[in-house]
């Protein structure tokens, strides 16, 4: 099998093995972002009906001791520009984001995403139902930069969030009274029909659903997110012509968000059945898989 020959020749790969050993791999400053969606140290391994992982650790010391070299790492692997994206939820993520801060510096934490999934309600009296996971996102320097998301959304949303008096010209056209913001009482006119072809600006809040159990994006591996929350994590932090990198990558999900958007991506996994399916999931693509000492 001839070894590829691209001018990046790490790039657009699956890698099948130790994703940190995938990651020491990857040039210095050579990412635009990286996704890493660890174990969340629940205790408890991960089964779905094709693949399953490890969760397991003797203490809380123990898991940020193993965790602490990937954000290392990850932030050796990204652009000046680069982007640093830990998914977390309540079990260790206040004391990742103190080992993170240490890595890439507290000056460079950027926000807390929640990712709110909602799913089935059971109330209990113990405590509310947890419902959302963190994403601590960290920018490599000070030049980083994001691009802005919008979503789509109807005139009665942009209104019910504004609640304010509508005005109507002759012609028809709808108006609100708008305000320059903290401090400036400067007051002008918003068009509504414009407001609302603009879209909402996504906020640090994301509203995806989880993946329900007959799902049709589902594909049988233990904790699979929605391609939704990958793509908006691609589009925001890797540039076209950009390169992602998800050095855990399960069932693949942010790399068919990474094809989708046409970025370039190298994944990795430990997991062989985590690799199949990532392939199989890019093939469905149109990709070609390539043979060799890289699985795609
Ligand atoms: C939470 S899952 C990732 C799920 C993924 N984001 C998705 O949408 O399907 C964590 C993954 O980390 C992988 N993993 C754990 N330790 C690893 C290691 N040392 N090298 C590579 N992968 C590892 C597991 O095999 C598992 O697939």
């Known amino acids: 099998m001839p070894v590829p020959t691209d001018p990046v020749p790490w790039a657009d790969r699956v890698v099948l093995g130790d994703g940190l050993a995938a990651l020491a791999g990857v040039p210095a400053g050579a990412l635009d972002a990286v996704y890493l969606d660890p174990p969340f140290f629940t205790g408890a391994d991960q089964v779905g009906d094709r693949g399953r992982f490890e969760d397991r650790w003797p203490t809380l010391e123990a898991y940020l001791a193993w965790l602490q070299p990937w954000v290392a790492e990850s932030r050796r692997a990204l652009k000046p520009t680069g982007w640093f994206w830990l998914h977390l939820d309540w079990h260790a993520v206040h004391y990742a984001k103190v080992m993170a801060d240490g890595v890439f510096d507290r000056r460079h934490f950027r926000n807390e995403i929640v990712w709110a999934y909602g799913g089935r309600r059971m109330p209990s009296a113990m405590r509310f139902n947890q419902k959302h996971d963190i994403l601590l996102l960290y920018a490599r320097s000070a030049a980083a930069r994001i691009t802005p998301l919008f979503l789509p959304w109807t005139r009665e949303e942009y209104l019910a969030l504004k609640?304010?008096?509508?005005?109507?010209?002759?012609?028809?056209?709808?108006?609100?009274?708008?305000?320059?913001?903290?401090?400036?009482?400067?007051?002008?006119?918003?068009?509504?029909?414009?407001?609302?072809?603009?879209?909402r600006a996504v906020t640090s809040v994301w509203d995806i659903p989880i993946l329900n159990t007959s799902d049709h994006e589902r594909v049988g591996y233990p904790t699979q997110k929605p391609l939704e929350l990958l793509r908006r994590i691609v589009a925001a932090s890797v540039p076209e012509e950009g390169i992602f990198g998800d050095f855990m990558v399960g069932s693949g999900t942010s790399a068919v968000a990474a094809r989708q958007l046409a970025r370039k991506f190298i994944v990795a996994d430990q997991s062989a059945d985590a690799v199949r399916i990532t392939v199989e999931r890019l093939e469905s693509t149109g990709a070609q898989v390539r043979e060799g000492p890289w699985t795609y």
């Open 163 to 199: 609640r304010q008096h509508v005005h109507t010209e002759p012609d028809g056209r709808e108006w609100i009274w708008g305000h320059a913001g903290r401090g400036n009482p400067r007051a002008y006119k918003i068009d509504v029909k414009d407001a609302v072809s603009r879209g």
